[in-house]
């Protein structure tokens, strides 16, 4: 192909997917491109009946997330910090330890990374509250859903060095923090009753609820977000012109893959306003009128009295003791300054200190307008508005482009306004809380009398847990526990305050603080027989011990956690059948244990079996934790030049499970990146370890290749086929003709398979197709020997008679 070709092709994709854009096969075309030069590849697809997506930039723009690195985005409203030096050696075995915080290794800067997710997920959620004027007003502006949605991004992190004060009176700085806006009464999730207690209606609000079942449909959810960013993946890929010098893309150890990172922001976006933790309660709610409004202090009252109580007050299992925080936005090209100075400081008057004048402009900024700024798409929107705007692009034919513009004065504004609430507002009262919570509550918990009073709790004689009386009716519990037969504490009980307590110091990352009352929680729980918090408990106090730094040798670490974790997820999973707290448990813990190297590891892979024997995630998170085990075993370094106690072997394993995971999708661009990845792992092993020896495992892995290369062959038919190819094909196939096969980077040596060990096959190997857990049934674990160098090749070379066989067919 010649360079004007790759060219036009190049254009007619604006951004190729990070994840993938090395990793098509070249595919042999028949006829240039370039022979009929008046035809790009963008017009010639518009005339054909199939419409690609690639070709409409403003559908391209929702799979955004994983088309460039998450740190690059140059329309961020903030400026990305700067990276923390990582940690040298093992900071979980070895000498090293637990000694060092999490915090301290560059994955906490790093955009994308699961320990960097956990941090911005796990954030202070501020409500927002506003009345029909402010939503008129920011509607003229193009923000349709309202000033929670042109806030929202740029919540997603506070302009400059945030400073915080831990429970000690130490003060760190922090340059990524960040808060989450959310709708007033968005998101609640009923509790669930005692067994043998009717439900209580469902709690009242201004938006929809999730339910506790609801929490299989979010993964759900999560798994098409995921899956569709993969289909464009794979037909970005197809189109794509082939480099120049051939690459073999493997999995990336040192980065984490765009998808996996979707999947994680994804099935963290969607934390439910729950009873069990407080982590979607709001700890502030923005109570917002506009210059427009004719009566502006009556209209405050109002919105704050409905705050307070009527329709949309928030269950009794949330504190309504949180800040309110009162703005009065001013229009700038409609309203008089001067008048509304006046109204601001009559707010002050009426409201305390705890107000801010936010001055925008009401037109709609455009992108041709000099002092223009995109404004990008928020990172953390949940998985039901990211598939609702996917499945919109589908049935829209002008679908429009979501990215919004903002003039750089509202920009700068809008900064100004969140810095100054979260840092004047926000932080000091949660500071001010955690203080007191924790001298009124926690301590007397820590001392001699707390601990006699739980004692006595759960030794009282002549009491049965709950009495059947509060259990029938539904009113109350039993006199010697707080928990209500509805299924949670009142908000103004301790162990509800408490929970209060850690989470916020979760939040503002004092970690020792967190842990503690994590733990005394942990107990309160299971004498309640409150198991839903006591598992939510018991998954904080494993993640706040995986990140503080502490020295406890690693094997007391790793069995106090893993017996947290087993608690968490038993819990979880066979007590409240509440598949979204479990597999945010063990997926987060799995991450953390990861990081901290050594034994971790080990562990880590084990409870990514658990959820794989659990069978709690869907085909796409399937594969995508198959592919996190190989890099987990591939971040396990060795000792001395023989890589002692690395795990070379079973990562390769696990990328042959996440090829042929794949491979079932019909994701054949993921399933190559695996199984280049298996053959990496096995080139690194020594000469006496391979797999040629072993019939089964090289028949299977022979069989994963021949399902790849008819995978690809099949799937550039199919998409030259549909017209997805451009105007030079003729026929539009590829099979016709010559007969000529996509070229396939995994590599395709001679293997002339005896046919004792095809007959093998049939009964020891899955059929095509299958699920990952048959296919890794028959393979040996045995030492498997060495793969020989490796050589790129095409179709075509087969049936030649020469080359090494490697296992791989």
């Not at 990582?86 to 915090?103: D, E, R, Y």
């Not at 806030?151 to 400059?160: A, Y």
């Amino acid at each position: 192909m010649q360079p004007l070709e790759d060219a036009r092709l190049t254009e007619s994709i604006q951004s190729l997917p990070m994840a993938a854009s090395a990793m098509r096969p070249p595919l042999k075309q028949r006829q240039s491109l370039a022979d009929d030069s008046s035809h790009s590849l963008s017009q010639s697809t518009a005339s054909l009946p199939f419409r690609d997506r690639r070709s409409n930039p403003s559908a391209a723009s929702l799979f955004q997330s994983t088309l460039t690195p998450p740190g690059s985005r140059s329309g961020s409203p903030a400026p990305i910090g700067t990276r923390s030096p990582a940690l040298s050696g093992s900071v979980f075995g070895g000498g090293g330890g637990f000694k060092q915080s999490l915090l301290d290794t560059a994955a906490a800067d790093n955009p994308g990374d699961p320990l960097n997710l956990i941090l911005k997920s796990f954030v202070p959620h501020i409500a927002i509250h506003s009345s029909q004027d402010v939503d008129r007003l920011v509607s003229e502006k193009g923000f349709k859903g309202g000033l929670w949605e042109l806030l929202r991004p740029f919540g997603e992190r506070i302009q400059g060095k945030v400073t915080i004060r831990d429970s000690t009176g130490g003060a760190r700085s922090w340059d990524d923090f960040s808060v989450r806006f959310t709708r007033f009464g968005e998101g609640i999730e009923d509790p669930e009753p005692v067994a043998g207690t009717l439900r209580s209606p469902p709690s009242s609000s201004n938006g929809p609820a999730a339910s506790p079942s609801s929490s299989g449909a979010l993964i759900a959810q999560v798994e098409a977000v995921v899956d569709r960013h993969l289909t464009y993946a794979e037909d970005a890929c197809m189109g794509a012109s082939s480099p120049t010098t051939p690459t073999r893309p493997g999995l990336d150890t040192d980065a984490t893959s765009p998808y996996y990172a979707l999947y994680l922001r994804r099935l963290l976006s969607g934390i439910p306003l729950a009873c069990q933790e407080t982590f979607a309660h709001p700890v502030a709610c923005i109570i917002a009128i506009s210059s427009r409004n004719p009566s502006p202090i009556e209209a405050l009252r109002i919105l704050y009295a409905e705050t307070s109580n009527g329709p949309r007050q928030l269950p009794p299992w949330v504190d309504q003791d949180y800040l309110r925080y009162y703005v009065l936005i001013h229009d700038e090209e409609r309203s008089d300054i001067t008048k509304s100075m006046a109204l601001f400081d009559q707010m002050k008057r009426h409201f305390g200190l705890h107000c801010h004048l936010l001055r925008i402009r009401s037109s709609q900024s455009a992108e041709t307008d000099d002092d223009s700024i995109p404004l990008p798409r928020s990172d953390w929107m949940t998985a039901s508005e990211e598939l609702a705007d996917i499945e919109k692009s589908d049935d829209v034919e002008e679908f429009e482009d979501p990215t919004r513009h903002i003039f750089e004065s509202d920009a700068t504004a809008i900064r100004t306004f969140i810095r100054e609430m979260v840092t004047s507002s926000v932080i000091p009262t949660m500071e001010r809380n955690i203080s007191v919570w924790n001298d009124q509550i926690a301590s007397r918990r820590r001392g001699i009398s707390g601990r006699l009073m739980s004692l006595s709790k759960r030794w009282t004689f002549g009491s049965s847990g709950r009495s059947s009386g509060s259990a029938i009716s539904g009113s109350g519990s039993s006199s010697n526990n707080n928990y209500d037969a509805l299924g949670f504490y009142s908000a103004v009980h301790p162990e509800a305050i408490m929970r209060r307590l850690a989470d916020f110091a979760f939040m503002l990352r004092d970690w020792k603080l967190a842990m503690s009352t994590y733990d005394l929680l942990r107990g309160d729980f299971q004498n309640d027989k409150a198991w839903k918090y006591h598992a939510a408990a018991n998954e904080m106090a494993a993640l706040s011990l995986l990140i503080m730094p502490q020295s406890l040798s690693s094997k007391t670490r790793l069995e106090t956690i893993g017996q947290m974790l087993e608690q968490a997820f038993y819990s979880y999973h066979t007590r409240c059948s509440s598949l979204y707290g479990t597999v945010r448990c063990t997926v987060l813990a799995l991450e953390l244990l990861r990081l901290r190297g050594g034994s971790g590891i080990d562990e880590a892979v084990r409870w990514g079996i658990r959820v794989l024997e659990a069978r709690l995630l869907g085909p796409v998170g399937d594969a995508l934790l198959k592919e996190r085990m190989a890099i987990c075993y591939a971040s396990k370094t060795g000792v001395g030049s023989q890589a002692w106690g690395s795990r070379r072997r079973k990562s390769a394993l696990w990328s042959v499970l996440g090829a042929e995971a794949w491979i079932a999708r019909a994701k054949y661009i993921q399933a190559q990146r695996c199984l280049n990845e298996a053959r990496r792992m096995y080139s690194l092993l020594p000469n006496e370890c391979g797999v040629q020896n072993f019939a089964v495992a090289s028949d299977f892995l022979a069989h994963l290749n021949e399902q790849l290369k008819e995978g690809l062959r099949m799937d550039g038919a199919d998409f030259y086929g549909r017209g997805g190819g451009g105007g030079g094909m003729e026929g539009g196939g590829l099979g016709d003709g010559d007969g000529e096969e996509p070229e396939v980077l995994v590599d395709e040596e001679e293997t002339a398979m005896v046919d004792h060990r095809k007959a093998k096959r049939a009964s020891m190997i899955i059929t095509v197709g299958g699920s990952g857990a048959g296919g890794g049934a028959g393979l040996e674990t045995a030492p498997l020997t060495p793969l020989m160098p490796v050589r790129l090749s095409s179709v075509e070379d087969e049936g030649d008679g020469s080359g090494a066989k490697d296992g791989f067919g």
